[in-house]
């Protein structure tokens, strides 16, 4: 574990990047959701100043290390959605603890970070930046008038760091922050994103914060996306000779699915549909069906965007080439409804799968005879 949590880092950065990721001024963490448990692999010298940690009891524990009891948890369950759509999240305020125990309120922002070459998920950065009330009311014990929030409960705030931790005050309210802190964080993220563009150009494995599309859509090509936009159901081809069998193109019709823009879905696994209650099995069946290039059909729980859910007529099939390779997968995903018998189903999916393999050997062909 401790080699892949150095390899984290080291593989995409210059050696440098700690050193200058721990000159910056602000409280933040790197997290990689490859790893299992999603573990802090960095942690920076002004966010282990703030909780009172040590760096050696950070690195590798995720980062609800800093969660408690009283911690709101429709927030952390934004924060686990954000990171299942690989987005970025703002929460205004979140009750987090020091090593002590004290609990304080920050303004949470975490963004996601790409590989520019492939577009996968490379890391997450979660900066958290504490929320001090102004003096003139710390003796009243509120919070700033302007951030007060009436629907929250009791809470016990610090305003100091963890050594002072006994030296705190009451509140019933909330602290919030401010646009202007919001925009602090901000431009605290574009700092440590500039930094870590930086020095990932000095090893030549480039990150951004915003996913590339463009390799992907060069994967399909242009004759074989036209020959794919005629087909009017929801489906996605998956590449499965790229690491984690990325979506290499995805219907119109499968984007008003799930709710999701193209450039949110290329370059994912189709994993980013599950939830909480989704069955792990079904899951590995999948996965084991792309590995083994068979075809698989299955109901499973998939969650949309906005974080419904539906049951999901999964069809999956390998797709050959004019040469008689696998180039894709295809999967075919349709929302049971009472209107739809299974056989209707069967019948829909068996016909999309036709149609694209019908697709991808007609541009297989042409792009021989112009070769």
């Not at 914060?209 to 996306?225: D, E, K």
């Not at 906005?306 to 390779?325: E, I, K, T």
Request: charged fraction near 20%; hydrophobic fraction near 35%; include cysteine.
């Amino acid at each position: 574990m401790e080699q892949l949590l150095e390899e984290s880092i080291n593989n995409r950065y210059s050696c440098w990047v700690r050193e200058a990721l721990d000159e910056l001024p602000q409280s933040f963490a790197i997290t990689d959701p490859e790893i299992p448990g999603h573990p802090i692999v960095f942690a920076s010298t002004q966010l282990l100043k703030m909780f009172g940690y040590s760096r050696h009891e950070v690195i590798g524990r995720n980062i609800s290390l800093f969660q408690g009891v009283a911690t709101n948890r429709t927030s952390l369950l934004d924060i686990r959605h954000a990171v299942r759509d690989e987005t970025n999240i703002l929460i205004p305020s979140l009750l987090n603890y020091h090593k002590n125990g004290t609990p304080f309120w920050i303004l949470f922002r975490m963004f996601p970070v790409f590989g520019v070459q492939d577009g996968k998920l490379v890391h997450f950065v979660a900066l958290q930046v504490p929320i001090f009330p102004p003096r003139s009311t710390t003796l009243l014990g509120f919070c700033r008038r302007e951030v007060i929030c009436s629907d929250t409960v009791p809470t016990r705030i610090s305003n100091l760091s963890p050594d002072d931790g006994n030296n705190t005050e009451l509140t019933d309210t909330t602290c919030k922050a401010s646009e202007l802190e919001k925009c602090g964080a901000d431009s605290a993220m574009t700092s440590i994103l500039s930094l870590l563009t930086h020095y990932s150009q000095l090893t030549g494995r480039l990150v951004s914060g915003q996913r590339c599309c463009s390799s992907y859509m060069n994967r399909v090509g242009v004759s074989l996306n036209i020959s794919l936009g005629r087909i009017k159901q929801s489906f996605v081809l998956v590449d499965p000779h790229k690491t984690d069998n990325p979506i290499v193109y995805a219907s119109d019709a499968f984007l008003d699915l799930t709710g999701y823009t193209r450039h949110e879905v290329l370059g994912r696994n189709c994993r980013f549909l599950s939830g909480q209650e989704t069955d792990v099995s079904i899951q590995s069946q999948i996965t084991n069906s792309i590995q083994t290039g068979k075809s698989c059909t299955a109901c499973i729980l998939s969650y949309r965007k906005d974080g419904s859910s539906f049951w999901n007529a999964l069809h999956m099939s390998p797709v050959r080439n004019a040469s008689g390779n696998i180039a894709y997968i295809v999967e075919v995903h349709m929302e049971v409804t009472h209107d739809i018998q299974n056989l209707s189903v069967e019948i829909m999916q068996l016909s999309v799968v036709g149609a694209v393999k019908i697709a991808v050997r007609s541009s297989g062909m042409i792009a021989s005879t112009s070769d």
